[in-house]
C-alpha cells in the first residue's frame, strides 16, 4: 500500500483487501489497487474495477475473498471519517468480519525514516564503545 501510494504521495488511494477467514480471525494475503486516482480528500473504486475483481476472485479455486478495504489520507492522518465509516457498514454488511484500514502514507513514511535514523545512530554509538 505505501509503496503504490507514494508516486502519488498528495492524492487518496483505494485498494481491496484479499484473503480468507481462518476461524476467528482474517489472513489478508494480497491487495487490489485501483486504477481510479484520487483527491487529495477523496477517492473512489470504479464500478467497473469492483465487478471485474469480484468475478476473478469468485472464479478462484481456493476460498479468498474480498475482506476488506484500504486506503490512504495523505498527510491528513489515519482516522476513518464519515464517509469511511457508511463504506465499511456496505462492506460488514456483506460479511460481519470485514475490515477497514487508513493509512496516512506521508506520515507514515516520515515515522519510518526517523525510525530508521535513530537505530543506524544508536548502531553507530554501539559498535563504537565495542571496538574501542
Known amino acids: 500500500m505505501i509503496k503504490f501510494d507514494n508516486s502519488k504521495p498528495n492524492k487518496e488511494t483505494i485498494g481491496l483487501l484479499i484473503g480468507r477467514q481462518n476461524n476467528d480471525y482474517l489472513i489478508v494475503d494480497d491487495i487490489r489497487i485501483s486504477k481510479k486516482e484520487g483527491t487529495a ?12 475483481t469480484t468475478i476473478e476472485i469468485s472464479k478462484r479455486s481456493d476460498d479468498r475473498v474480498i475482506v476488506g478495504w484500504i486506503h490512504t489520507h495523505p ?4 482516522f476513518m471519517s464519515s464517509t469511511d465509516i457508511n463504506t465499511q457498514e456496505i462492506y460488514q454488511s456483506l460479511m460481519d468480519n470485514a475490515i477497514a484500514v487508513v493509512i496516512d502514507s506521508v506520515k507514515f513514511m ?19 564503545q565495542v571496538l574501542l
Open 41 to 52: 480528500v477523496h477517492v473512489k473504486f470504479k464500478e467497473e474495477e469492483l465487478i471485474e
Open 110 to 128: 516520515k515515522t519510518i525514516l526517523t525510525t530508521m535514523h535513530i537505530i543506524v545512530k544508536e548502531l553507530k554509538q554501539y559498535l563504537i
Open 75 to 78: 498527510n491528513l492522518t489515519a
